[in-house]
Nanobody, 115 residues
Framework: QVQFVESGGGLVQPGGSLRLSCVAS????????MGWYRQAPGKQRELVAR????????NYADSVKGRFTISRDNAKNTVYLQMNSLKPDDTAVYYC????????WGQGTQVTVSS
């Protein structure tokens, strides 16, 4: 069963940067599309970025396009999210998961953007 361990979150000022990491267990990592999701207080969880397994093709939510970059290292079973020009609206718990979704989520990593 796949498990996810996210890390790299923290408190950052507006305009700052963070790099999130997610290590996924299981042998299927290299053949699945991976995504980063986030959930802000009082809001539904949303997909912010995804990356395919083969070509590494990426897609982003409009709200993060041009500021966030998703990447992956299949040899390390790890997916990354580089977040630049952070805004207070980016404050949320960030999770990784597969597409389609695996029913088991990790603990997530908290990102707080505040001055």
């Amino acid at each position: 069963q796949v498990q996810f361990v996210e890390s790299g979150g923290g408190l950052v000022q507006p305009g700052g940067s963070l790099r999130l990491s997610c290590v996924a267990s299981g042998s299927i990592f290299s053949i699945v599309t991976m995504g980063w999701y986030r959930q802000a207080p009082g809001k539904q969880r949303e997909l912010v970025a995804r990356i395919t397994s083969s070509s590494g093709s990426t897609n982003y939510a409009d709200s993060v396009k041009g500021r966030f970059t998703i990447s992956r290292d299949n040899a390390k079973n790890t997916v990354y999210l580089q977040m630049n020009s952070l805004k207070p609206d980016d404050t949320a718990v960030y999770y990784c998961n597969t597409l389609p979704l695996n029913p088991r989520w990790g603990q997530g990593t908290q990102v707080t953007v505040s001055s």
